[in-house]
């Protein structure tokens, strides 16, 4: 794109953008605070006619069930999902009052600041913990990691056992599913072969080595994954210190492989730095248990509005629900 084209790419508040290809095809976002900002030729940009519509609330019409059923009707079947934009345009919604336009959006915008608010929260606690931690540590000294810990390395159950409909125990074969903290329920087995328990670490073994979450079930682990525990209940400070030592991991990555990966003898052997002398280890874990529970309890509370949101969101759009009632059942 040139200088010259640049305007024609120019976002403005309230635009929307929507993926025009591949596995996020028409995922939605509507532009906030754009200064100056362009947007990329795999987006679609709409700018609604304000006199008619509210672009928040065109927004979440393009994040309802109705949205994605019609997505779906033009990816059925296609190696690399497109949709273009006469597609989109042609997508048929409920356009109610700008009065109500704006109230809904008003509804569902609130839930989206608690559950960014929450975001932030969570992320400033987490710097704080991995700063507590590393300011704990001697870099010139180290430790094995099967010194600290008790390692399981994961094992895929057979895909007949596989199941998403919540029959069984569940199975995370790699880092598809984590999240910030806490991986996402997707897949199930009825013949769990290797488990993990509630609170232990779960580290990737293979391509992106290291990445890790926290289990908060119990729940299989398959071949891409290890569970690890601290031999002395120190598992946050455990946690932040694989997490936030990204040079352990590095030899990894990528060691002569096209794909990094560790296995059961290498990470048994992997070296961390170990706490500097006159370091307490039970304070600093307190410290660093008590950054995690705020943590865990933002995320819990996001998961809880979440669920809230994608609730009344689809009754919102379709006028079923009124917004006075939505408000009531959002703490509004």
Not at 45 to 51: A, E, H, I, L
Request: charged letters at 25%; glycine letters at 8%.
């Amino acid at each position: 794109m040139s200088w010259k084209e640049a305007p024609k790419y120019t976002l403005a508040d309230g635009d929307i953008l929507v993926s025009r290809l591949g596995n996020g095809v028409g995922n939605a976002a509507t532009v906030r605070d754009a200064g100056y900002a362009v947007f990329a030729g795999y987006l679609v940009r709409f700018r609604v006619n304000r006199s008619r519509a509210v672009p928040e609330f065109v927004g979440y019409q393009l994040q309802s069930p109705t949205w994605r059923q019609y997505v779906k009707g033009f990816r059925s079947g296609a190696a690399q999902p497109t949709l273009n934009a006469v597609q989109m345009a042609n997508f048929t919604f409920r356009l109610p009052s700008l009065d109500e336009q704006r109230a809904v959006a008003a509804v569902l915008g609130a839930l989206d600041d608690k559950i960014a608010a929450n975001t932030r929260l969570a992320a400033i606690a987490d710097d704080l913990a991995a700063a507590t931690v590393r300011r704990a540590l001697d870099t010139s000294a180290s430790i094995r990691l099967d010194e600290l810990a008790i390692i399981k390395m994961g094992s895929s159950p057979t895909g007949a056992t596989l199941n998403e409909s919540g029959d069984g125990l569940v199975f995370y074969q790699g880092v598809r599913d984590f999240g910030t903290r806490f991986p996402s329920r997707r897949v199930w087995t009825t013949a769990p072969t290797r488990t993990a328990d509630e609170g232990d670490v779960l580290v990737s073994v293979r391509a992106p080595v290291g990445e890790v979450n926290l289990a908060n079930e119990r729940l299989c682990i398959g071949r891409g994954l290890a569970a690890v525990r601290s031999r002395s209940a120190h598992q946050s400070t455990l946690f932040h210190l694989l997490k936030h030592v990204p040079e352990a991991w590095a030899p990894y990555e990528a060691e002569g492989t096209v794909f990094g990966s560790i296995n059961r003898a290498q990470l048994h052997s992997l070296e961390l730095p170990r706490l500097a002398d006159g370091i307490d280890p039970e304070a600093l874990e307190l410290e660093v248990r008590a950054l995690e529970s705020r943590i865990a309890s933002a995320l819990r509370e996001s998961s809880t509005l979440t669920a809230l949101r994608d609730t009344l969101l689809p009754q919102l759009m379709s006028g079923k629900l009124r917004v006075r009632e939505a408000a009531e059942m959002a703490g509004l």
